[in-house]
């Protein structure tokens, strides 16, 4: 019997480990939107769990309405595709104020207005449906695991078997993103252990798991999208033939062109710099290459090497094999597949050009914070990095649909605090000036920066004479005249540009690596749509609670929930802290994860050895490494020995909890209430939009304090 209970956990814990991260991929990617609150669905999980444990003991088997109720969730998922694609004129899926006048920046949503001739639907309504379905599918699942370990009397070896099992989860998942399997593989094993444990001879039970299984693959596929579908280990990336558009998460990403005849403004750069009588660039490093567009036209004019660094392999792939110019294929390019931050931090090459190149990925970091993938490239350190990685006469552009006024000031104020000059601003269609409450919509932004560059020095001089420069749609015209004047070269079609003045005025708050917020105007945690999202699952957690774990009959450990709570935050600044010291990249977060349950398995293994009876001196040393790493600015930590930095807190808080929960008399309450904390925990990321990320862990030593003033008296 015992060796069947170990077996028991061993396997729960893998499903809901597995069925998470699939979860949240698949969600993110069929869902519109959801995509940017991928941590709806983590959360959603972990209240499932948390009130499965604390239903153990109910003599219902709850985990029979596990599949019927995925069954439901991806059925939903699929009806929010085809409602918002069939019905593109008549349905906008609204972050409310967001798209009229933004705090906080969404790519993506502008596309479709918020006005009352449409049928309106707010991103917190979708969001609330699928948090509360998810985590009625995980309820099931969360009492089977407080069942076993219930079935194991040493409560320290059950929780290294559960340890153990979402390891293997973990590790079974990033082998399946690293071979960028479709979805439908993902979701077999699922299947087949839910029905290993709710019953495979129920005809419901068999019926629930087939069609669980054909929405998925019907998800993975895409119901509106004519062309090829890949699942990246970032994204559901489509790609389109006949207009050489990728889509990432149903949201259009970008487009392959001709540079010959399309995308003037990929040459400009080059353009500006030839007609002023610059040097020409020769080392050119492009970050963000995607599908090769800015490679293409950083070939064509002529370059002798270019390092471009594209995060997701899919669309590299794509590009690679599609791009109608082949730039990958030129022996002037080298390839490679990074994260941006990381690159330039660690190359130890220079170059004449570093370019941001359309950088927005549309997804976000990890489902443990609300950082998307590039947020990290838009800070004063990461424009320190890149200044590194020029030469002498090295010059930094950026260019994108930068969508909001302040977001152009804040990149222009913080490119001249470091580089010690004002950047170029050209808007393409041009505007003299760029003021922070402008919509950038449909304006098309450069900002070129360097310390004393001879070239930009020349480009700026050319402006100065009262000359404009001209820019033709055909990249050919351009590339046949000098095209600065004061009057524009003969023929149709061209089109003035000149620098913008950007006003600087209210731009005091800058991102930094500590608050990496480039997107969000403030310090604030956005009432629509975060705050109405947070409301929401405030209000929909006690119901599912209510609905299912007998509440009038369990008293919650305190301790265990706040210990909960602060490991939470403390898994955030980790997966934070270390993509700023090898990259965002999925590779990172799995590793980072797989590292933080590997420390926790070391504390497991600590405590059967040592056997701590005293835990005041080990609650000592974790609030001192929190504070530490609190009041410690993070870019100092970046040069030394970071990973014992982040994991020695990990290691000191497994010790506390395992001592702990070696003494629960109830461990499917306590580690019931342990995952309720989590979910206060991952709610409590957000606070990291107005403290930073440094200062979140001065919110977890609060929580580990309360777990010692709340511990239960045995």
Not at 621 to 637: G, R, Y
Request: net charge neutral.
């Amino acid at each position: 019997m015992q060796r069947r209970a170990h077996l028991e956990l061993f396997l729960i814990s893998f499903l809901i480990l597995f069925f998470e991260l699939a979860a949240i991929r698949w969600f993110a990617g069929t869902v519109v939107f959801l995509t940017f609150f991928t941590n709806i669905v983590l959360l959603a999980c972990f209240l499932g769990m948390s009130v499965g444990l604390l239903a153990a003991r109910r003599p219902q088997h709850l985990v029979q309405m596990a599949l019927p109720m995925a069954m439901l969730a991806f059925a939903a998922a699929i009806a929010i595709h085809l409602l918002y694609w069939q019905w593109a004129d008549r349905i906008t899926i609204s972050l409310g104020n967001q798209q009229a006048s933004p705090q906080l920046i969404y790519f993506g949503t502008e596309y479709r207005p918020a006005d009352p001739s449409r049928w309106i639907i707010p991103i917190w309504a979708v969001g609330g449906a699928f948090f509360a379905l998810i985590a009625v599918s995980f309820v099931g699942l969360g009492q089977v695991m407080g069942r076993a370990f219930d079935a194991i009397p040493d409560r320290v070896v059950a929780y290294t078997l559960d340890v153990l099992g979402s390891l293997t989860g973990i590790a079974a998942f990033a082998a399946m993103s690293y071979l960028q399997l479709p979805p439908t593989v993902w979701f077999a094993p699922i299947v087949l252990l839910i029905l290993h444990f709710a019953g495979w001879r129920r005809p419901v039970q068999v019926a629930a798991a087939a069609a669980t299984l054909a929405l998925v693959g019907i998800g993975a596929h895409g119901l509106t999208i004519q062309g090829e579908v890949f699942w990246s280990p970032y994204y559901k990336v489509a790609y389109a033939p006949a207009f050489r558009a990728i889509a990432t998460n149903d949201i259009g990403h970008q487009q392959m062109v001709q540079i010959e005849k399309f995308g003037p403004a990929y040459l400009l750069p080059y353009l500006l710099n030839r007609d002023a009588g610059g040097t020409p660039f020769q080392e050119v490093m492009i970050i963000g290459a995607g599908s090769g567009n800015d490679v293409a036209a950083a070939l064509r004019a002529g370059v002798g090497h270019v390092d471009a660094v594209e995060i997701d392999p899919r669309i590299n792939e794509i590009g690679r094999r599609l791009h109608p110019d082949k730039p990958y294929a030129d022996a002037r390019v080298s390839i490679h597949l990074d994260d941006g931050r990381s690159f330039a931090r660690n190359t130890g090459r220079t170059y004449d050009l570093a370019v941001y190149a359309l950088v927005d990925s549309l997804v976000l970091h990890s489902g443990y914070s609300s950082l998307r993938l590039e947020n990290f490239l838009f800070t004063r350190e990461a424009f320190e990095d890149v200044k590194r990685t020029l030469k002498p006469d090295g010059v930094f552009a950026m260019y994108n649909f930068y969508r909001q006024g302040w977001v152009v000031a804040k990149l222009a104020k913080m490119a001249e605090e470091v580089f010690g000059a004002k950047p170029l601003v050209i808007s393409l269609p041009h505007r003299d000036r760029i003021q922070p409450e402008d919509s950038q919509s449909g304006f098309f932004t450069f900002l070129l920066v360097s310390t004393d560059s001879k070239r930009l020095q020349a480009i700026r001089a050319r402006f100065e004479k009262g000359e404009s420069f001209w820019i033709h749609p055909e990249p050919r015209m351009n590339e046949a005249v000098n095209a600065f004047g004061a009057a524009a070269p003969p023929g149709p079609f061209w089109h003035r540009s000149a620098p913008a003045q950007v006003d600087l005025g209210g731009i005091d708050l800058l991102p930094s690596d500590d608050w990496p917020q480039l997107y969000l105007r403030s310090r604030e945690i956005p009432w629509s749509p975060i705050g109405q999202g947070m409301l929401a699952m405030a209000v929909l957690s006690p119901v599912i609670l209510l609905a299912f774990a007998p509440v009038r009959r369990v008293r919650p450990n305190w301790q265990m929930f706040f210990l909960g709570a602060g490991f939470m935050l403390l898994e955030t600044k980790a997966v934070v802290h270390m993509a700023l010291l090898f990259g965002g990249t999925w590779v990172v977060n799995s590793v980072v994860f797989f590292a933080i349950l590997v420390m926790i398995l070391c504390a497991n293994l600590y405590v059967l050895a040592v056997k701590p009876r005293n835990l005041a001196p080990y609650y000592v040393l974790l609030v001192a490494a929190l504070l530490v790493n609190a009041l410690v600015p993070m870019n100092v930590f970046l040069s030394l020995p970071s990973c014992l930095v982040v994991f020695v807190p990990v290691f000191f808080a497994g010790v506390i909890f395992a001592c702990a929960f070696g003494q629960s008399r109830e461990p499917d309450i306590d580690f019931g209430s342990n995952v309720a904390g989590i979910i206060l925990g991952g709610l409590s990321e957000h606070l990291s939009l107005v403290l930073g990320f440094n200062y979140l862990l001065v919110v977890a030593a609060g929580y580990y304090l309360l777990s010692v003033a709340l511990r239960p008296r045995r």
